[in-house]
Nanobody
Framework: QLQASGGGLVQAGGSPRLSCQAS????????MGWFRQAPGKEREFVAL????????YYADSVKGRFTISRDNDKNVVYLQMSSMKPEDTAAYFC????????????????????WGQGTLVTVSS
């Protein structure tokens, strides 16, 4: 089970942080990711992180503005967002790959093994 939190109304330029609490055993064997779905659009990947947190991967649209991290002792993955733009408005979802699955394949939503519920982030201009 994945529980995302931290969404809300944010002004353009703001820096909100999302959290995703995982209730799984062997959390450090799952690559994790953040995804988003804007109104009327398909869900897309935003950021991925490897088992240890040593590797990350970002969508071009957020590279340099968002940072994904994880705390394997607390079973939490974070998404620190900055320089928010109105086009970042979306429901944000955390997702876990299948156990021992490589990080890169999580770019493809069909490889997400577990989804959390979305948390809505609305960016006002």
């Amino acid at each position: 089970q994945l529980q995302a939190s931290g969404g809300g109304l944010v002004q353009a330029g703001g820096s909100p942080r999302l959290s995703c609490q995982a209730s799984v055993r062997a959390f450090d064997r799952y690559c994790m990711g953040w995804f988003r779905q804007a109104p009327g659009k398909e869900r897309e990947f935003v950021a991925l992180i490897s088992w240890s947190g040593g590797s990350t991967y970002y969508a071009d649209s957020v590279k340099g503005r968002f940072t994904i991290s994880r705390d394997n002792d607390k079973n939490v993955v974070y998404l620190q967002m900055s320089s928010m733009k109105p086009e970042d408005t979306a429901a944000y979802f955390c997702g876990a790959g299948k156990i021992d699955q490589a990080m890169g394949v999580l770019r493809h939503l069909s490889n997400v093994g577990y989804w959390g519920q979305g948390t809505l982030v609305t960016v006002s201009s």
